[in-house]
């Protein structure tokens, strides 16, 4: 089922047929040193995918989903809406390397931004990154300010908070 789209995205549920690519996302050191996380074999990357499969998102404050190209239907990666550790609104992307850039992270975060604001009607969204990611933050700096850093310990790493409101989004 779509969620919504962008100029070249299709934004829609997981499905259990993503399971190739999603592996190619998730077994990628590549891909997940950004995060930073640790590998995911292919039974974990399997588990993991289930747990966003034929569930009702309504219901949960973590919204996961996959990504598409319009041109070719291939899944590219995922998306998220969660809740920070101070119970913000959050959003997330990752994408499979071969379609890094190529404004793929731009479009989804802004795409997610969007929805956020017009669909689920937040005031404030934010997102965390790890800073040696340089290419999302990038991205995220198009959008958003940042707003501090801090460790985060379950991953290890330096993460830079950034923020918009929405009465700026409406703004640009």
């Not at 996302?25 to 930073?36: A, E, H, K, R």
């Not at 990752?94 to 404004?103: A, F, M, N, T, V």
């Amino acid at each position: 089922m779509k969620i919504f789209e962008t100029d070249r995205l299709i934004i829609r549920n997981l499905t259990k047929v993503d399971s190739e690519d999603y592996f190619d996302m998730m077994g990628n050191p590549n891909v997940m040193s950004l995060i930073p996380r640790k590998v995911m074999s292919r039974e974990e990357s399997d588990k993991h995918l289930n747990n966003f499969v034929d569930k009702d998102q309504t219901l949960t404050d973590t919204k996961v989903w996959g990504i598409e190209t319009k041109s070719n239907h291939e899944f590219i990666g995922l998306c998220a809406f969660l809740k920070n550790n101070e119970n913000e609104d959050e959003i997330g992307y990752r994408l499979r390397e071969k379609y890094w850039r190529k404004g793929f992270g731009t479009e989804i975060a802004k795409g997610l931004i969007k929805f956020g604001f017009e669909e689920f009607e937040m005031d404030k969204i934010t997102a965390d990154v790890d800073t040696k990611n340089l290419n999302s933050v990038k991205i995220l700096e198009k959008f958003m300010v940042r707003t501090k850093e801090f460790f985060n310990e379950s991953d290890n790493c330096t993460d830079r908070r950034y923020e918009i409101l929405r009465n700026n989004w409406l703004t640009t």
